[in-house]
């Protein structure tokens, strides 16, 4: 039996869409669809405090506009806590995390080597504590975050990336799967996983595995969230999907697409009249889909997707290459 592919687009409401995530939805939208596949959209809001409103809306608007569809009502992660709660739930109950109450600077202390990136490795300070510790902390009224233990790294094949050996005790060890709250003192412990805020890892897996989705094809900025998913896969007991990461777009000092390189916001280039065909025919020929960047709707992209002829590195968006598509930034 031949199963349908079902893959996702998942916009975080964090700012606006750019032409860098553009061309991710593009080459996740092109997977599945070329294959006769499904495709949903979720709405990663969960992360609160840096969800910007409006942005869902003009997501999807972004997406009507380069004619990337979907099937069925957008899935919105703040409506779906409960299901969040019953993994943690499940997690707690066989003592797969255990609470943290480490502060950012608590941890930056006691690593070892200072860091230069966002994630600084857990020394797993509060390793030694069991699930029911809540209650004490609880009555302290000390916050807490759940993080998990993490025993091995997963090794997967990448679709796009090939094999990939992430050592996660080097790049985080033990990670959050809920961030940390404060109870308040009268709640009941059970009562108190109520509060607080799923990370973005457990979110996501509870999310792709309800979902039914086969595939996640993704900026490969989240190549080392994979392993950690994966634990979580086994330990919910759940199938992981395929995983293809593939490479962002950066700008022309070749760091990450963002707001130092000037407006690449779908929006503005939208504004500024630019036809989504033209800027698809870009993506689609920096994806090795077509010999000279010209216009092209996205379905008749279909026949010409191929994952193996994405460069590997990352795509330099430049001033010139944006003005042949008649945009100046
Ligand atoms: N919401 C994430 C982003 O916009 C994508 C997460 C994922 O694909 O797993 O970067
Ligand atoms: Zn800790």
Same mark, same amino acid.
């Given at each position: 039996m031949v199963f349908p592919v079902i893959g996702r687009l998942a916009p975080s409401p964090t700012g606006a869409q750019h032409v860098g995530n553009a061309r991710t939805y593009l080459i996740a939208w092109l997977s599945a669809r070329s294959s006769g596949g499904m495709l949903k959209l979720r709405i990663e809001d969960i992360d609160s405090p840096r969800v910007k409103p409006g942005a869902a809306v003009a997501a999807r608007e972004d997406l009507q506009w380069l004619g990337l569809d979907w099937d069925g009502e957008p899935i919105v992660q703040t409506t779906r806590l409960s299901h969040y709660q019953a993994a943690l739930e499940e997690l707690k109950r066989r003592e797969l995390v255990y609470p943290c109450t480490c502060t950012r600077s608590d941890i930056a202390t006691a690593a070892s080597a200072p860091h230069a990136g966002e994630e600084i490795p857990y020394p797993g300070t509060c390793a030694s504590r069991r699930v029911a510790d809540v209650q004490t902390l609880q009555a302290e009224g000390r916050p807490w975050a759940w993080r998990f233990r993490v025993h091995e790294s997963p090794t997967f094949v990448d679709r796009?990336? *090939?094999e990939q050996h992430i050592d996660l005790k080097q790049i *985080?060890?033990?990670?959050?799967?809920w961030k940390k709250f404060t109870a308040p003192a009268h709640a009941q412990p059970d009562a108190a996983a109520e509060l607080g805020t799923p990370a973005y890892q457990l979110a996501v897996v509870v999310d792709d595995a309800e979902m039914g989705v086969t595939e996640v094809v993704r900026g490969d900025d989240l190549l080392p969230s994979t392993p950690r998913q994966l634990l979580l896969y086994r330990a919910l007991n759940l199938a992981p999907p395929e995983f293809a990461h593939v490479p962002l777009v950066v700008g022309p000092d070749g760091r990450? %697409?963002?707001?130092r390189h000037g407006d690449t916001r779908l929006a503005a280039l939208r504004a500024a009249g630019v036809k989504p065909e033209a800027l698809l025919g870009l993506l689609a020929w920096s994806c090795g889909w077509l010999d000279q960047p010209e216009p092209i709707c996205a379905r008749e992209l279909l026949p010409l997707f191929? %994952?193996?002829?994405?460069?590997r590195r990352p795509f330099v968006l430049t001033p010139e290459l944006l003005r042949t598509i008649g945009y100046c930034i």
């Amino acid at each position: 039996m031949v199963f349908p592919v079902i893959g996702r687009l998942a916009p975080s409401p964090t700012g606006a869409q750019h032409v860098g995530n553009a061309r991710t939805y593009l080459i996740a939208w092109l997977s599945a669809r070329s294959s006769g596949g499904m495709l949903k959209l979720r709405i990663e809001d969960i992360d609160s405090p840096r969800v910007k409103p409006g942005a869902a809306v003009a997501a999807r608007e972004d997406l009507q506009w380069l004619g990337l569809d979907w099937d069925g009502e957008p899935i919105v992660q703040t409506t779906r806590l409960s299901h969040y709660q019953a993994a943690l739930e499940e997690l707690k109950r066989r003592e797969l995390v255990y609470p943290c109450t480490c502060t950012r600077s608590d941890i930056a202390t006691a690593a070892s080597a200072p860091h230069a990136g966002e994630e600084i490795p857990y020394p797993g300070t509060c390793a030694s504590r069991r699930v029911a510790d809540v209650q004490t902390l609880q009555a302290e009224g000390r916050p807490w975050a759940w993080r998990f233990r993490v025993h091995e790294s997963p090794t997967f094949v990448d679709r796009f990336a *090939g094999e990939q050996h992430i050592d996660l005790k080097q790049i *985080g060890g033990d990670f959050v799967v809920w961030k940390k709250f404060t109870a308040p003192a009268h709640a009941q412990p059970d009562a108190a996983a109520e509060l607080g805020t799923p990370a973005y890892q457990l979110a996501v897996v509870v999310d792709d595995a309800e979902m039914g989705v086969t595939e996640v094809v993704r900026g490969d900025d989240l190549l080392p969230s994979t392993p950690r998913q994966l634990l979580l896969y086994r330990a919910l007991n759940l199938a992981p999907p395929e995983f293809a990461h593939v490479p962002l777009v950066v700008g022309p000092d070749g760091r990450r %697409l963002a707001k130092r390189h000037g407006d690449t916001r779908l929006a503005a280039l939208r504004a500024a009249g630019v036809k989504p065909e033209a800027l698809l025919g870009l993506l689609a020929w920096s994806c090795g889909w077509l010999d000279q960047p010209e216009p092209i709707c996205a379905r008749e992209l279909l026949p010409l997707f191929r %994952l193996e002829s994405i460069p590997r590195r990352p795509f330099v968006l430049t001033p010139e290459l944006l003005r042949t598509i008649g945009y100046c930034i």
